[in-house]
């Protein structure tokens, strides 16, 4: 099994700031990385998929980065709708895994 | 555009089984270009990937879930099915099934997510 650390769990921020959210993996999965956006009483959504590509429609101001064990997924200008909690998850081997999740609150 | 829409019980009883259905609008589940699968999350937690299945009925199960679940497909109407047995409290959860696309260099990911279903597990 593929532990995963996302880091910070909780991270307050203001609009316009710029955040960067943490995901380590136990080992390494090359770039088979995706990220998600989960909104209160919403299913999640898939933002970025193998590290770093934007899925279609996704705004410019999400960005993944890392490969191996070390991944980020910054905003570049938090906006009032980013306000949500996201996931990391691995499929680079089975079980899929996910991180624990990080709620981008306001600050 | 492909949607889905879990359905099922929303109330099982412990040590019965849990039955769900996801049905696939937009597109065929026969399509060689995606995997199918099964999150689950529990009341304020994260999230858990249950298993997945492919059209031809290759499946893939969470070790932890492995000896009590099974999903299987059926082609004719479009949908994919989720059995979880020998239910407690602890398999409460919003039960979400999603596509899994298949590009060129693989897997991308779940998208889309259907919208989830609550499911209390409960005498």
């Known amino acids: 099994v593929i532990w995963m650390t996302q880091s910070p769990s909780l991270l307050s921020a203001s609009t316009g700031d710029r955040v960067t959210i943490s995901c380590r993996m136990s080992q390494g999965i090359s770039s088979y990385l995706a990220w998600y956006q989960q909104k209160p009483g919403k299913a999640p959504e898939l933002l970025i998929y193998?590290?770093?590509t934007l899925q279609s429609g996704v705004p410019s101001r999400f960005s993944g980065s890392g490969s191996g064990t070390d991944f980020t997924l910054t905003i570049s200008c938090l906006q009032s709708e980013d306000f949500a909690t996201y996931y990391c998850?691995?499929?680079?081997?089975?079980?899929?895994?996910f991180g624990q999740g990080t709620k981008v609150e306001i600050k | 555009q492909l949607q889905l829409q879990e359905s099922g019980p929303g109330l099982v009883k412990p040590s019965e089984t849990l039955s769900l259905t996801c049905t696939v609008s937009?597109?065929?589940?026969?399509?060689?270009?995606?995997?199918w699968g099964w999150i689950r999350q529990p009341p304020g937690k994260g999230l858990e990937w249950i298993g997945s299945i492919y059209y031809s009925g290759s499946t893939y199960y969470n070790p932890s879930l492995k000896s009590r679940v099974t999903i299987s497909v059926d082609t004719s109407k479009n949908q994919f099915s989720l059995k979880l047995s020998s239910v407690t409290a602890a398999d409460t959860a919003v039960y979400y099934c999603a596509s899994i696309p298949i590009a060129a260099a693989g897997v991308v990911g779940f998208d889309p997510w259907g919208q989830g279903t609550l499911v209390t597990v409960s005498s």
């Open positions: 998850q691995q499929y680079y081997s089975f079980p899929w895994t």
């Open positions: 193998a590290a770093s």
């Open positions: 937009g597109g065929s589940i026969s399509s060689s270009s995606y995997y």
